[in-house]
């Protein structure tokens, strides 16, 4: 049963618009929210977080938005570049977990389009 | 020059063979993980240390071993490599202190294929 579900494999998106990636999680236990960036044949880089005491966070053109009544996040880029063309990963973490109890979704390929 | 270093970046071998992989890091954190990931599935936790005299299992140990060799430095090993242990392996690190807040770092991965 997967705890952190990004249901959208794929998305492709035109320069200069909108990115909106989405994340759901299942475990209330969880309270703090991190994306990561991956090129291919690289590992994954941090991008940005969030702690569940606030709704959103940003830095640049990135935020994220937590929405915890309905348990679910999302990733704002604005606006899109070629080079945001990656897959993104959202991880969830409980406080306590010190960790190792981060769970990983499955990942979203992002398509810039020049 | 990385980080967090993975070695080797690439493999391929026969099953029933020992393999292990190795990965160091010049971050002097304390804190260590491996992940596996496979299409679908994300990345997930086979094993954890928090300092050469700590080693947890994560969720999926079966299968395999580690070793904390120091500080920098954590392996991986497969003590009879299987098909199903085709993946791509990433090693990571984190710091110790406000640990669940503190972000990870990755190698760049080790793809692994077991024939």
């Known amino acids: 049963d997967q705890q952190v579900k990004q249901n959208s494999p794929s998305l492709s998106v035109q320069e200069g618009r909108i990115s909106i990636l989405n994340c759901d999680y299942t475990n209330s236990m969880f309270d703090y929210f991190l994306w990561y960036k991956k090129y291919p044949a690289e590992g994954p880089t941090f991008l940005i977080s969030?702690?569940?005491?606030?709704d959103k966070n940003e830095d640049g053109r990135f935020t994220v938005f937590l929405n915890k009544s309905a348990k679910h996040l999302s990733l704002h880029i604005v606006p899109s570049q070629p080079g945001d063309s990656a897959v993104y990963f959202c991880a969830a973490t409980p406080l306590a977990g010190g960790g190792f109890k981060t769970i990983f979704g499955a990942g979203t390929r992002l398509f810039v389009k020049a | 020059d990385a980080d967090v270093t993975q070695t080797p970046r690439n493999r391929i071998t026969k099953t029933g063979k020992r393999i292990m992989l190795e990965c160091s890091q010049t971050k002097g954190h304390d804190r260590m993980y491996w992940y596996r990931q496979d299409p679908g599935l994300g990345l997930r936790l086979i094993y954890y240390s928090f300092d050469v005299k700590d080693i947890n299992k994560g969720e999926i140990s079966d299968g395999y071993s580690v070793s904390r060799q120091a500080q920098a430095k954590f392996s991986l090993s497969l003590e009879s490599a299987i098909p199903n242990q085709t993946a791509l392996y990433f090693c990571?690190?984190?710091?110790?202190?406000?640990?669940?807040?503190?972000?990870?770092?990755f190698g760049d991965g080790t793809r692994l294929s077991i024939l």
């Open positions: 990571a690190t984190s710091e110790g202190t406000g640990a669940a807040n503190q972000p990870q770092h």
């Open positions: 969030i702690s569940s005491i606030k």
